[in-house]
């Protein structure tokens, strides 16, 4: 199951989950099941967060879930699978973090980092950020820094990385 997370900023001791999503899915399959929840945080979205992300303090306070409904959403949408995002030391930190914060268990499932594969499968790249990827790849369609768009990305990324890893390692 890849996810991702839109932030507050970049400090999981500072900083708040906005917008959790996940895709969940089956190798060989083009159709996945899919989660999305903008979240309510206790402070004002930053306007710099609002200009990256496009989410807005209207749109999180109109259709925002409290934290704990959406981080039971999302445990309860994956279960035990494997966590697999883009920079997965940073959001796990979160992940820990708002658990922590609503009185639940901490995340014990195994996790993947897309990033770190990227990495190996394709050493001496200029640039490893998730939209450069996307664009050399010819699949940056929607739109960055969106918590779906960039699960989705990651996802091929993750695909295409394993995918080499198993060739090089026969």
């Known amino acids: ?6 932030t507050t900023g970049l400090d999981a001791s500072q900083h708040e989950i906005i917008e959790i999503a996940a895709i969940k899915f089956k190798k060989g399959r083009t159709a996945h099941e899919t989660l999305q929840a903008l979240v309510k945080p206790k402070v004002a979205v930053p306007f710099r967060i609002t200009e990256l992300t496009g989410i807005t303090q209207g749109m999180v306070d109109r259709d925002g879930d409290p934290l704990r409904g959406a981080l039971e959403g999302f ?6 699978l494997r966590l697999v995002s883009f920079n997965a030391e940073f959001d ?3 992940l820990q973090a708002a658990a922590k914060d609503c009185g639940l268990p901490p995340f014990k ?5 897309a990033l770190k594969l990227a990495r190996k499968a394709w050493p ?7 939209d450069d990827l996307a664009s050399d790849g010819g ?12 699960a989705r990305r990651a996802l091929i ?14």
């Not at 199951?1 to 839109?6: A, G, H, N, T, Y």
């Not at 001496?124 to 998730?130: E, I, P």
């Not at 993750?158 to 060739?167: D, F, G, M, V």
């Open 92 to 94: 796990m930190a979160f």
């Open 157 to 170: 990324v993750y695909a295409a990385a394993t995918a080499i890893l198993k060739t090089k390692a026969r």
């Open 1 to 6: 199951m890849v996810f991702d997370l839109e």
């Open 109 to 113: 499932n195994s996790t993947s980092c």
């Open 75 to 80: 445990a309860t949408f994956f279960g035990d």
């Open 139 to 150: 699949f940056n369609s929607g739109a960055a820094h969106r918590a779906l768009e960039d």
């Open 124 to 130: 001496n790249r200029k640039s490893y950020h998730l």
